[in-house]
């Protein structure tokens, strides 16, 4: 039984292919990285999911419910939240005012309360500039700001695009521990798109590898650190080297 | 005295009419980054709605026959109305157009507007007198002042407190607000594309009726072209206050205003036909010296 299905799409902007022939299956409560170098296509897959970018091939299906050609005020909807690479906070809203732009969708206002409640108990600092503008956070508050959020649409599954861009490691750490946390309190479903599979093993899961807008390996995380495969899609053919940056 | 108090009347109300009409275009640019330039039109559009369609010279009053308490609503729905029937006939369709084919869509858009009006009414300017009786001076501070230049700059801060309330206060404003920033990941996060939008024209549809209602009380006519120049000089404001940005529209609408008034009245005689190339000599060094507006941050990033 999948959760989310994607069946062979591809991804394009004008002739430029950014996904090709692109099959993948996530089952409730799993987590899945996506990695791979620069330029492979995991943001655009995870567009494509969410419905901000437009698929030319294929469908994806979330529980039975085709999120093809749906706008992605539909998708939120259907219980998907994202967290974008760059994590796109609105900077000139407050930080509480950002977490109430995705509770629109929602009908059960004292939950809203108590998930702010929640976050804001999790993410002290959060609750103490609540009225500050959000654009004043470090990236490392605006991360959580922008994980805390997602989950304010009560979704189902969260994508996360390269949370640890731009931290320090020590933060990265703090992040993943958020998002393992919530998954676990909440059966949460996590898509992760994650360069390090360093870090990707050391956190768990399920890893897919993309090269060239196509999956190109996939396995446990953990086994995959090593793995040929995974040298040859950043290194090309030769894999005398291996990623150790996290 | 007298005379200053007179000048800082004419300026706050001309100030006034020019940040409404700048606030309308704003709210939209805003959420679509769409220069709406048939919004002239709608003002046009709303003040002719007070008469009875018919090209004879003499008006005759139709909706502006009734009661102000009915005919107030009345003219901003309208005005709400055709700002939101020309997204949905228009602008909808053209979302994830260039923006400059959207901008091109908004002058033709205004210009079948215009041309319908002409064909209706006919090209002369009308004599239309609405309210007649707030032409009636008071005094204060030693200067005589129309009641309706009270009435301008009173219904102004009530429009823009007003709108700022909706803005903060409200869902709807709170998604405004948010699209503004970034339209794609408000939609991410669930907020409607459509309902934001549609928000967006109905309000600055409204504010445009407000502009029509004051300017044909306080000109006496109702002219084709009455939208197009106040239209030109809202874009300036809106422009010089950093386009997108709705406390910059208002603070710059209200700048021009009193620039022009104040110029109006010290420019030496000779000169005061000239006001307007002054005026705008003046808006061109101010957008030479900050490119991204007048009431921008310098730190923000830049909108377009
Ligand atoms: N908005 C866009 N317009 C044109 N090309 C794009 C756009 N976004 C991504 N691409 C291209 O699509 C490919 C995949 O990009 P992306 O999905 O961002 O990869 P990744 O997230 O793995 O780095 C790249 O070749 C990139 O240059
Ligand atoms: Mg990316």
Redesign the interface.
């Known amino acids: 039984m999948s959760k989310l299905g994607v069946f062979d799409i591809a991804v394009r902007y004008g002739k430029v292919p950014a996904v090709n022939d692109l099959t993948l299956h996530v089952d409730e409560g799993e987590r899945v990285f996506v990695s791979g170098p620069n330029g492979a296509g995991k943001s655009s897959l995870l567009k494509a999911i969410?419905?901000?970018a437009a698929t030319s091939h294929g469908r994806i299906e979330l529980d039975g419910d085709l999120l093809t050609g749906r706008?992605?005020?539909a998708i939120?909807?259907l219980g998907i939240?994202?967290v974008?690479e760059g994590r796109?906070i609105?900077?000139?809203?407050t930080v509480e005012?950002n977490l109430?732009?995705?509770t629109?969708?929602r009908r059960d206002a004292e939950a809203v309360e108590e998930d702010i409640a929640e976050i804001y108990a999790n993410f002290p600092i959060l609750g103490e500039r609540r009225a500050a503008a959000a654009g004043a956070l470090s990236g490392g508050q605006q991360q959580m700001l922008a994980i805390g959020?997602?989950l304010?649409?009560n979704p189902k599954l969260i994508m996360v695009d390269e949370p640890s861009l731009g931290l320090a490691p020590k933060i990265v750490d703090q992040v993943y521990d958020t998002l393992c946390t919530l998954q676990e309190d909440r059966g949460l479903t996590l898509l992760i798109v994650e360069q390090s599979s360093l870090r990707a093993a050391r956190v768990g899961g399920r890893m897919v590898l993309m090269r060239g807008g196509r999956i190109v390996g996939e396995g446990n995380a953990a086994d995959m650190v090593d793995r040929d495969a995974l040298a040859a899609a950043y290194f090309g053919q030769s894999p005398e080297k291996t990623e150790t940056a996290t | 005295m007298s005379n200053l108090a007179q000048l800082f009347f004419d300026a706050a109300s001309l100030g006034g009419l020019y940040a409404m009409a700048a606030l309308g275009i704003a709210l939209i640019f805003g959420v679509m980054k769409l220069v709406n330039f048939a919004h002239g039109e709608y003002i046009a559009f709303c003040v002719f709605a007070l008469i009875v369609p018919s090209t004879d010279a003499v008006a005759v009053m139709f909706l502006g026959k009734a009661p102000a308490l009915i005919l107030i609503p009345v003219i901003l729905g309208l005005g709400a109305a055709i700002a939101v029937a020309s997204e949905y006939v228009v602008f909808r369709h053209l979302r994830k157009a260039d923006p400059v084919a959207m901008m091109i869509a908004s002058f033709a858009l205004g210009f079948v507007i215009r041309n319908a009006l002409l064909a209706t009414y006919g090209g002369r300017p009308k004599a239309v007198s609405l309210w007649p009786g707030l032409n009636t001076p008071v005094d204060i501070a030693g200067a005589s002042v129309p009641l309706l230049q009270l009435i301008v700059i009173l219904s102004t801060l009530l429009v823009v407190t007003g709108l700022a309330l909706l803005l903060k206060k409200s869902r709807i404003g709170l998604e405004m607000r948010a699209a503004a920033e970034n339209f794609t990941m408000a939609r991410l996060l669930g907020v409607r594309a459509n309902r934001v939008i549609t928000g967006a024209f109905a309000l600055s549809g409204a504010l445009a009726a407000a502009v029509a209602l004051i300017m044909v009380t306080q000109t006496g006519v109702a002219d084709v072209r009455m939208g197009g120049q106040i239209m030109l000089v809202a874009f300036i404001a809106t422009v010089l206050g950093g386009l997108g940005s709705l406390p910059g529209a208002v603070a710059a609408g209200f700048l021009v205003g009193i620039v022009s008034v104040v110029l109006q009245a010290w420019l030496p005689l000779e000169a005061r036909p000239f006001r307007d190339a002054f005026l705008y000599t003046l808006v061109i060094v101010c957008l030479l010296v900050r490119p991204q507006g007048l009431f921008v941050p310098a730190s923000a990033k830049p909108r377009v």
């Open positions: 969410s419905g901000a706008p992605p005020e939120a909807r939240s994202m974008p796109d609105f900077g000139s809203l005012e109430r732009v995705g629109g969708l959020r997602a304010m649409t």
